[in-house]
């Protein structure tokens, strides 16, 4: 993985502002070390036998997974699941994501289309209260207990929740059903190295791969520090939004990934930058007019991918046209007064992609820190719960 922070930021950059932040490095180290949430920098990776043992048996009797969780608990899932199927060959097996949504019309396809299909469930949420979660369980579990036995169920629902809390864990103990654990010390959006992630990513990926680049990703401190400063420098001279760029189709959810990991990170007590996402060329035609020309709050970071399988077409390697086209916008965005910051990856794969993402953990962690807040909490989402718990009541 190639950081590159400075090349097209640097003639943005206030330098006294650089400095200032810059001085704060070991207090934001230490900070994160002594967090009560950091377990996600040394997460027990033991259980992925578990994982792959209720893996083989959900594959021996399935042909499809729901997994049901929403925000941080599961987008990691999603992002990779997208990133790693193909684009168009059928699949034997597939995962549904499922606990997203109130919307009635995708609930009642969903659960016609399960009566149809022999499935398995995966519910994923470390709280046990979240309400989408709990409505869209009830759901699904009420097809499956007229579909199936009693004794059936038990290798078909999967529960991953807090060691000892909620109303999940006591159902596990009540029930007997499989169950994993997402540790005490590991929010939802930090949790891609449990078995929140691990368990629905071993369908689709080698979780052992992303494991290792996980880890590797981890030693990027310096750098990640360093892109912290930056994003937080830039937000005291007016760029308060910061746009992912990605240049596959199939990094939508990854971005989507990102967007969660950062809104919910930073944007507390009135501060943050508030993260979006493009996917180009396809938004070249689109937002690209306001980057280039509109108002400038904006900087970008754009995900570049070294090698990709190759595709000849009018006698070019296309994606060495893509990557082409993505020099170009950085130079025409960057001569439009919007600073780039650049991250290249050798080529597409579980490894890289672990390497990649912890290494946002810890930008979305120190940039927490640079913001005097906490990053590991998220106080503003509970506002909308306790507004429609008032009116449920009503
Ligand atoms: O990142 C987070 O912590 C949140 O987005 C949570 O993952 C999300 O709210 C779901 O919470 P829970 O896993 O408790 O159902």
Redesign the pocket.
Known sequence: MKIDVMSHTSQFLDDDLVKKYSSRKSEVFQSLDCAHMNGWLNPDVSVVDEILKIRDKVLSHSKCLVVI???????GSQAFYQMFTPYFKEQDFKIIFAGTTLSSSYMRELLDYLETVDFSVNV???????M??SLTYSAIKEVMEKKYKKEELLDRIIIT??PVK?NLRREVEEVGYSSFE?PDNI?????LLTP?HLFPLSFCLDIKELISGYFEGLKYKDEAFSYAVCRRSLFDQGKVVESFVAYENNWYYYLEWLK??FG?TEGKSGVGVLPVSMIHTRDLHSLGQFIQEGNKIVFETFFKIKNMPNCNVCGDDLHQTNLLVEDSVISAHVSGGVPCVEIELEKLTPKFMGEISSFFLLVAAYSGYLFNIDP?N?PG?EVYKTEVRSRLEK
Request: glycine share 22%.
């Open positions: 969780g929403i925000g941080g608990s599961y987008l994923i949420s470390k709280s046990g209260t979240t989408e979660i929740t807090d909620g997402i929010g939802g959006r930090y949790s929140a969660q990991l919910e590991f998220q989402v």
